[in-house]
């Protein structure tokens, strides 16, 4: 690869700067990215006032940390063409603290979140994705669907009864209205037909009501001391993995839909003075959005950081417009529209009965446990831990059965050799029972000279492998036999000679 294109590859920056001048100087593709960006502007709306009702701050806080979060990853993410913005999976994680210390506290979580997603990002966290198995990330999206119906519920206790069939209006039309057009976003219809009804018909029903005003530069005051930061370290924590989790596994969708690479770790850090700028200015936080990121790369063509850019600036112009119209949308269309996204989230597939059939069983328990955690922990990053953990544990476990260990007797320049085959890759959890696989008392007998152990079809991967052989060789020693290890590969050979008879 020339010099130029390695780099490109790996900072990503010339190219996406090319990509940007390329749009603005072509009608036809600058025309593409504008309606990319409006049409993802008006899929954001319902979405973020519905998200921003998750997290319990006003609907108002959520629409412009959307604008700031497009806007300001237009300009230093990683990935052309992705959508940031106020998600359900940040509102979860950090409703808790809203609800126990407040609004001040939660924008000093989302700003310390964005100081933990810049550290991440320089210790490399990216390379960790290739870790996470596809059936825990399965998990994540499902119970990230479960936490966000589970949110809804108490919206449809004791409610006036007008509330469900307002509900169940909603639900037809985010569901049926795309069967018959796609030219407006379904959820923005089920949000203004229900507004103009509940307005027109005078119904009694629960609104977003006037809860303040629209952000501006912001400052949290709160104490800066070691117990404040105990409180919110926490909550930061969890919603910087969490946003990096469902950032970067968007990122690779993207780069599989528009067969281009992107550089993760810079978009790793940019969510992060993204969210740092965000909770500057009075915002809620956010990370990519997988349905508004789709609406921009697949329905609609963009591919350039025009769009994203262009988003956030039509959405901070329809909130300033249409300010005064978010308080009177009914509550109710609000959970329609989020039952809609729970039930698009979920990943139906996983749980049908020809799929568990064909899944090996370890496969579907790590997806139950991820879903399991999340749902008991309302933390979407102690389950995909919880969801890592096991799948480890369970590949560990199979994987040590691999390894087997086979005895035979063989004349070997007039000697008589006991010769052990072992066949597998050894590592702690294979190797552990290789010491009790050979035959020390009868390979003392005087028939048998000496032992040879056969390593060519295995591969010594950890210090408990060494540790393991030398236990082996100790005793035989003490049986008065000399063990030879033959077949080892190259770099078995050297973790070896560094590490044989310094471990027990």
Same mark, same amino acid.
């Not at 230093?76 to 210390?101: D, W």
């Not at 979580?109 to 550290?119: E, R, S, T, Y």
């Not at 037909?193 to 027109?200: D, G, K």
């Not at 052989?469 to 190259?490: A, F, M, P, Q």
């Given at each position: 690869?020339?010099?130029?294109?390695?780099?490109?590859?790996?900072?990503?920056?010339?190219?996406?700067?090319?990509?940007?001048?390329?749009?603005?100087?072509?009608?036809?593709?600058?025309?593409?990215?504008?309606?990319?960006?409006?049409?993802?502007? *008006?899929?954001? /709306?319902?979405?973020?006032?519905? @998200?921003? =009702?998750? &997290? !319990? %701050? #006003?609907?108002?806080?959520?629409?412009?940390?959307?604008?700031?979060?497009?806007?300001?990853?237009?300009?230093?993410?990683?990935?052309?063409?992705?959508?940031?913005?106020?998600?359900?999976?940040?509102?979860?994680?950090?409703?808790?603290?809203?609800?126990?210390?407040?609004?001040?506290?939660?924008?000093?979580?989302?700003?310390?979140?964005?100081?933990?997603?810049?550290?991440?990002?320089?210790?490399?966290?990216?390379?960790?994705?290739?870790?996470?198995?596809?059936?825990?990330?399965?998990?994540?999206?499902?119970?990230?669907?479960?936490?966000?119906?589970?949110?809804?519920?108490?919206?449809?206790?004791?409610?006036?009864?007008?509330?469900?069939?307002?509900?169940?209006?909603?639900?037809?039309?985010?569901?049926?209205?795309?069967?018959?057009?796609?030219?407006?976003?379904?959820? *923005?219809?089920? /949000?203004?037909?229900?507004?103009? @009804?509940? =307005?027109? &018909? !005078? %119904? #009694?029903?629960?609104?977003?009501?006037?809860?303040?005003?629209?952000?501006?530069?912001?400052?949290?005051?709160?104490?800066?001391?070691?117990?404040?930061?105990?409180?919110?370290?926490?909550?930061?924590?969890?919603?910087?993995?969490?946003?990096?989790?469902?950032?970067?596994?968007?990122?690779?969708?993207?780069?599989?839909?528009?067969?281009?690479?992107?550089?993760?770790?810079?978009?790793?850090?940019?969510?992060?003075?993204?969210?740092?700028?965000?909770?500057?200015?009075?915002?809620?936080?956010?990370?990519?959005?997988?349905?508004?990121?789709?609406?921009?790369?697949?329905?609609?063509?963009?591919?350039?950081?025009?769009?994203?850019?262009?988003?956030?600036?039509?959405?901070?112009?329809?909130?300033?417009?249409?300010?005064?119209?978010?308080?009177?949308?009914?509550?109710?269309? *609000?959970?329609?529209?989020?039952?809609?996204?729970?039930?698009?989230?979920?990943?139906?597939?996983?749980?049908?009965?020809?799929?568990?059939?064909?899944?090996?069983?370890?496969?579907?328990?790590?997806?139950?446990?991820?879903?399991?955690?999340?749902?008991?922990?309302?933390?979407?990053?102690?389950?995909?831990?919880?969801?890592?953990?096991?799948?480890?544990?369970?590949?560990?476990?199979?994987?040590?059965?691999?390894?087997?260990?086979?005895?035979?007797?063989?004349?070997?320049?007039?000697?008589?050799?006991?010769?052990?085959?072992?066949?597998?890759?050894?590592?702690?959890?294979?190797?552990?029972?290789?010491?009790?696989?050979?035959?020390?008392?009868?390979?003392?007998?005087?028939?048998?000279?000496?032992?040879?152990?056969?390593?060519?079809?295995?591969?010594?991967?950890?210090?408990?492998?060494?540790?393991?052989?030398?236990?082996?060789?100790?005793?035989?020693?003490?049986?008065?036999?000399?063990?030879?290890?033959?077949?080892?590969?190259?770099?078995?050979?050297?973790?070896?000679?560094?590490?044989?008879?310094?471990?027990?």
């Amino acid at each position: 690869m020339p010099a130029r294109s390695a780099r490109d590859a790996r900072t990503g920056t010339p190219q996406q700067l090319q990509s940007v001048r390329a749009t603005l100087r072509s009608p036809r593709r600058l025309k593409t990215e504008a309606l990319a960006g409006l049409v993802v502007a *008006l899929a954001l /709306i319902p979405e973020a006032i519905a @998200f921003s =009702v998750i &997290a !319990g %701050v #006003d609907p108002r806080i959520g629409l412009f940390a959307s604008f700031i979060m497009a806007v300001t990853i237009s300009f230093v993410g990683g990935r052309p063409a992705m959508i940031s913005a106020a998600t359900g999976a940040v509102a979860l994680v950090i409703a808790p603290l809203m609800r126990s210390h407040g609004l001040d506290h939660l924008i000093a979580a989302v700003i310390l979140a964005g100081v933990f997603q810049i550290l991440l990002a320089v210790l490399g966290v990216t390379r960790l994705m290739r870790f996470i198995p596809r059936s825990v990330m399965v998990g994540f999206v499902n119970a990230l669907a479960l936490l966000v119906f589970m949110a809804q519920i108490p919206e449809l206790i004791g409610v006036p009864w007008m509330v469900y069939p307002l509900v169940t209006v909603g639900l037809v039309i985010v569901v049926g209205l795309p069967r018959i057009t796609t030219a407006v976003p379904s959820p *923005l219809v089920a /949000i203004v037909v229900l507004t103009l @009804f509940a =307005v027109l &018909a !005078g %119904v #009694d029903v629960p609104t977003v009501q006037d809860k303040g005003q629209l952000p501006s530069l912001f400052i949290p005051n709160v104490p800066m001391t070691w117990e404040t930061f105990q409180v919110i370290a926490p909550f930061s924590l969890s919603m910087a993995l969490v946003g990096l989790l469902e950032s970067l596994m968007t990122a690779k969708l993207v780069d599989d839909i528009t067969d281009t690479r992107s550089n993760k770790t810079r978009e790793s850090w940019g969510q992060g003075v993204a969210n740092i700028v965000t909770g500057f200015f009075g915002g809620m936080g956010g990370c990519a959005v997988i349905g508004q990121t789709m609406i921009n790369v697949k329905g609609s063509g963009a591919r350039s950081r025009v769009s994203t850019f262009l988003a956030g600036v039509f959405l901070l112009v329809l909130v300033v417009t249409l300010g005064d119209v978010v308080g009177l949308i009914p509550m109710a269309a *609000l959970v329609a529209v989020m039952i809609f996204v729970s039930a698009i989230t979920f990943d139906w597939h996983s749980i049908a009965p020809r799929t568990l059939r064909r899944m090996p069983k370890s496969e579907t328990g790590v997806m139950l446990i991820t879903v399991a955690v999340v749902s008991v922990t309302h933390n979407l990053a102690i389950g995909v831990g919880a969801g890592v953990l096991a799948a480890m544990a369970l590949f560990a476990r199979r994987v040590a059965h691999f390894a087997t260990v086979e005895r035979t007797v063989v004349e070997l320049n007039g000697e008589t050799v006991a010769k052990y085959t072992v066949d597998g890759e050894l590592f702690f959890a294979s190797s552990n029972d290789l010491y009790t696989q050979f035959e020390y008392a009868l390979d003392a007998e005087p028939d048998i000279s000496r032992v040879i152990v056969d390593l060519h079809a295995s591969h010594l991967w950890d210090a408990s492998t060494i540790a393991v052989l030398d236990s082996v060789t100790e005793k035989y020693r003490r049986h008065g036999r000399d063990v030879e290890l033959i077949g080892l590969n190259e770099a078995s050979i050297q973790m070896r000679q560094r590490l044989a008879g310094k471990l027990n």
